[in-house]
């Protein structure tokens, strides 16, 4: 499995960016990661295989969307009314799916991660 992000950027605060996520790689379980300089990785938005399913944060709830393309092996983040503690590297992760519903929201669950993409949001 091969993880590309890209789509980040600098942007002021009240905009919008929209990352995009290749994965070329076998039916996969998705979702994005932001880690800020000095945090933790944390959770932003996760997706079903079907695309059915979404999980999110509860700091980027009605901000954020997470879709797929299966056809195009891409996963999007679409990411509305940004503000300065939105700026971080945001990171896709892929893993196996215990079905094409399923939706997975832990860091420890992912296996295998993309390179980052950073998305800074100036005050």
């Known amino acids: 499995v091969q993880l590309q992000a890209y789509g980040g950027g600098l942007v002021q605060a009240g905009g919008s960016l929209r990352l995009s996520c290749a994965n070329r790689?076998?039916?996969?379980?998705m979702a994005w990661f932001r880690q800020a300089p000095g945090k933790e990785r944390e959770f932003v938005a996760a997706?079903?295989?079907?695309?059915?399913?979404?999980d999110y944060a509860d700091s980027v709830k009605g901000r954020f969307a997470i879709s797929r393309d299966n056809a195009k092996d891409t996963v999007y983040l679409e990411m509305n009314n940004l503000g300065p503690e939105d700026t971080a590297v945001y990171y896709c992760?892929?893993?196996?799916?215990?079905?094409?519903?399923?939706?997975?929201?832990?860091?420890?669950?992912?296996?295998?991660w993309g390179q980052g993409t950073q998305v800074t949001v100036s005050s």
């Open positions: 992760a892929a893993r196996p799916t215990l079905g094409p519903g399923y939706v997975y929201s832990r860091v420890a669950k992912y296996t295998y």
């Open positions: 790689g076998r039916s996969s379980a």
């Open positions: 997706v079903s295989w079907s695309g059915d399913n979404t």
